[in-house]
């Protein structure tokens, strides 16, 4: 199967470029730079030059795909545009294809409410997304709604990686200020659990929905729920910080005024079951534990970490 990525060098990207071609796949990936053409041609995939806010000039030259995911996303206030345009121009260019596109669309995990304690939700829950992710839910109805495409949507939770690639996600910041100032920054009041998922869980995620999902189907790439803030940023310091690493607490709006209005993301109560990808696809994700993961995250930092 050929696969074009959007977003192949990026955090989600990434480990799909990786996965995909470990299984054979032919991968095409979208590279806005030299340098990106450069690490995608250095694991086998295939670099397409062009940059995701003009698509015009790179999706009429698409080579031949079986299939397109979609896993270019930033936090900027541009988003709306940009994916409406990319969609203008891509959505043909798919129905160009000489044979079916299956279309892999990203959404995520704040695209929905608020969890209340004890329960959970699932695919079929309504929207209520954070206002700075409206778009996503236009381009989701334009994607499921077009019947020339086998559309499909996979939701990860918050996504963090291990440092391969340089990529860390929803770790990131905290593990840098761990390291170098001996802080770790705790938004709300700590008692708010994120769903979340490992970079390589979620790329296994969307490479069984290439093969087995039906067109119209939404899956949520979720494999820790039980884990809240103020775990996680103890868990951080305790394991990349020194004895005497400082837990901050800052309120929701101290965090969208330095990080921008998608942080009140990061003080939203979820818990997410992912059954439906579990039973309908076979998936199984090896990253559950999220502690077991911090070996590795500290020693790419070049951190020293404790028995």
């Given at each position: 199967?050929?696969?074009?990525?959007?977003?192949?060098?990026?955090?989600?990207?990434?480990?799909?470029?990786?996965?995909?071609?470990?299984?054979?796949y032919r991968v095409f990936a979208l590279a806005r730079s030299e340098t990106a053409c450069t690490r995608l041609r250095a694991i086998g995939a295939v670099p397409i030059r062009g940059d995701l806010t003009d698509p015009a000039r790179?999706?009429?030259?698409?080579?031949?795909?079986?299939?397109?995911?979609?896993?270019?996303?930033?936090?900027?206030?541009?988003?709306?545009?940009?994916?409406?345009?990319?969609?203008?121009?891509?959505?043909?260019?798919?129905?160009?294809?000489?044979?079916?596109?299956?279309?892999?669309?990203?959404?995520?995990?704040?695209?929905?409410?608020?969890?209340?304690?004890?329960?959970?939700?699932?695919?079929?829950?309504?929207?209520?997304?954070?206002?700075?992710?409206?778009?996503?839910?236009?381009?989701?109805?334009?994607?499921?709604?077009?019947?020339?495409?086998?559309?499909?949507?996979?939701?990860?939770?918050?996504?963090?990686?291990?440092?391969?690639?340089?990529?860390?996600?929803?770790?990131?910041?905290?593990?840098?200020?761990?390291?170098?100032?001996?802080?770790?920054?705790?938004?709300?009041?700590?008692?708010?659990?994120?769903?979340?998922?490992?970079?390589?869980?979620?790329?296994?995620?969307?490479?069984l929905a290439l093969g087995n999902a039906t067109r119209g189907s939404s899956y949520f790439g979720v494999a820790i729920n039980d884990l809240t803030n103020r775990a996680l940023a103890g868990l951080i310091a305790r394991h990349v910080?020194?004895?005497?690493?400082?837990?901050?607490?800052?309120?929701?709006?101290?965090?969208?005024?330095?990080?921008?209005?998608?942080?009140?993301?990061?003080?939203?109560?979820?818990?997410?079951?992912?059954?439906?990808?579990?039973?309908?696809?076979?998936?199984?994700?090896?990253?559950?534990?999220?502690?077991?993961?911090?070996?590795?995250?500290?020693?790419?930092?070049?951190?020293?970490?404790?028995?």
């Amino acid at each position: 199967m050929r696969v074009f990525i959007t977003g192949g060098t990026g955090l989600i990207g990434s480990a799909l470029v990786d996965t995909l071609i470990s299984r054979q796949y032919r991968v095409f990936a979208l590279a806005r730079s030299e340098t990106a053409c450069t690490r995608l041609r250095a694991i086998g995939a295939v670099p397409i030059r062009g940059d995701l806010t003009d698509p015009a000039r790179w999706c009429a030259a698409l080579p031949p795909v079986d299939a397109v995911i979609h896993a270019a996303c930033d936090f900027s206030d541009a988003m709306t545009d940009i994916d409406r345009t990319l969609l203008d121009h891509l959505i043909p260019a798919m129905h160009a294809m000489p044979g079916p596109v299956r279309f892999l669309y990203t959404g995520g995990s704040w695209l929905f409410a608020q969890t209340p304690p004890g329960q959970s939700i699932d695919e079929s829950s309504p929207f209520d997304p954070l206002p700075e992710f409206q778009w996503m839910c236009s381009g989701i109805d334009r994607v499921l709604g077009d019947e020339r495409l086998h559309g499909i949507v996979i939701h990860p939770g918050c996504v963090y990686a291990t440092g391969r690639h340089g990529h860390y996600g929803l770790l990131g910041r905290d593990l840098q200020t761990a390291h170098t100032n001996d802080r770790v920054t705790l938004i709300g009041d700590g008692d708010v659990t994120l769903p979340m998922v490992h970079a390589d869980d979620l790329a296994d995620l969307y490479c069984l929905a290439l093969g087995n999902a039906t067109r119209g189907s939404s899956y949520f790439g979720v494999a820790i729920n039980d884990l809240t803030n103020r775990a996680l940023a103890g868990l951080i310091a305790r394991h990349v910080g020194t004895p005497d690493c400082q837990i901050d607490a800052i309120t929701v709006q101290t965090a969208i005024t330095r990080l921008g209005r998608w942080a009140a993301g990061l003080a939203r109560h979820q818990s997410m079951t992912a059954t439906r990808a579990f039973t309908d696809l076979g998936w199984n994700p090896a990253h559950c534990d999220l502690e077991s993961d911090l070996p590795g995250s500290a020693c790419s930092f070049g951190i020293s970490f404790p028995n």
